[in-house]
């Protein structure tokens, strides 16, 4: 959820002033996108630093917010002598010219602040969330419609871009993975020219963008009899992914819902042909968040956060299975 005020962000990250470069952080805490600007928090005020060309709409969007032109950020900062900034933004050449320009300002890296508020979704979030979640359900659903012998990994990859505009997404939130046969056993496959033919497995994994926020699904679609693996391998992957599916509640594990996916996959004998991690959070960007993997921090999930599940085991040279849908946590 939004900090309720400059002074609840700047508790969180333990500083008197704290400066956003981000974006999406911008857009996340203003509501505002803009491709240049700042956002700086102080004592009992949120100033809003845009160039003239974003002005006007700020001044109508930007509410609680004090907006300034961008040029008037220097003068400020020159004035405070803490101010901490984004660790995961700010480079190292950026701090060092800020250090330069501001002498008298000490800045601190500090990490995930505006992270930790973007984790739970406010109702307003959750519903442009839903509806890119149902654009993207419709684009799978029209997914058979079109694999006729001799159509493209690309040819479908375009045709989901266009379905997503015609269906009134923003845009595709990334480049849609479209993979035929044993291309499906590289789990980030580029679309390529390959052309489909009758029997081909093929996954696609898309999503589309509304109102700024970001769905992700895959599915697999068997064009002709499946294989004795690939019918075992399609089990293995929906059991674990419903298996977690069943855990995800607030307060869940992140580890222990990956631990609980690999088990089941290796019941069947696969957990080692799982190669990526169980899921990650989802909301303004396609990753943000928690990622939910054994190899990353533990965290206890939150309500209103949006996470994925997707399991998935790939066999090099022969094929892959990666089924995924997002979970408002309840």
Same mark, same amino acid.
């Given at each position: ?50 160039? !003239? ?51 008298? +300002?000490?800045?601190? !890296? ?11 979704? &406010? ?12 654009? +993207? ?6 997914? !058979? ?16 871009? +266009? ?11 990334? &480049? ?50 499946? +294989? ?40 069947? &004998? ?40 997707? !399991? ?19």
């Amino acid at each position: 959820m939004r900090p309720s005020s400059s002074n609840s962000l700047l508790r969180h990250a333990d500083i008197p002033a704290f400066l956003v470069t981000s974006l999406v952080n911008i857009r996340y805490l203003t509501g505002v996108e803009v491709s240049a600007g700042a956002v700086l928090f102080t004592r009992n005020r949120i100033m809003l630093f845009v160039d !003239p060309r974003y002005r006007e709409v700020a001044s109508k969007v930007a509410a609680g917010c004090t907006v300034r032109a961008l040029d008037d950020l220097a003068g400020v900062l020159r004035r405070i002598p803490v101010c901490g900034c984004e660790a995961e933004v700010v480079t190292l050449a950026q701090k060092d010219r800020w250090r330069k320009a501001f002498p008298s +300002t000490k800045f601190q !890296p500090k990490k995930d602040v505006v992270a930790h508020f973007r984790r739970s979704k &406010d109702p307003r979030e959750v519903r442009m969330f839903r509806k890119a979640q149902r654009i +993207t359900h419709e684009m799978l659903r029209r997914v !058979p419609s079109v694999l006729r012998t001799g159509i493209t990994e690309r040819e479908i990859a375009r045709k989901l871009r +266009t379905w997503a505009e015609d269906l009134g997404a923003d845009d595709l939130a990334f &480049d849609p993975i479209v993979a035929f046969g044993a291309h499906t056993s590289r789990p980030h496959h580029h679309p390529t020219t390959r052309a489909f033919k009758k029997g081909d497995i093929v996954q696609i994994d898309v999503g589309a963008r509304f109102g700024g926020y970001c769905a992700d699904q895959s599915r697999v679609f068997f064009t002709g009899k499946k +294989t004795s693996q690939q019918e075992r391998a399609f089990t293995a992957v929906r059991d674990a992914k419903e298996a977690a599916e069943r855990a995800v509640r607030a307060g869940a594990s992140t580890h222990a819902l990956d631990r609980l996916a690999r088990s089941v996959l290796k019941k069947f &004998d696969m957990e080692q042909y799982f190669v990526h991690s169980l899921g990650h959070g989802v909301g303004l960007e396609i990753h943000e968040g928690v990622t939910l993997s054994q190899k990353r921090p533990d965290q206890k999930l939150l309500r209103s956060e949006i996470i994925t599940i997707e !399991p998935g085991v790939y066999f090099p040279g022969k094929f892959g299975i990666r089924l995924e849908d997002e979970i408002v946590i309840r």
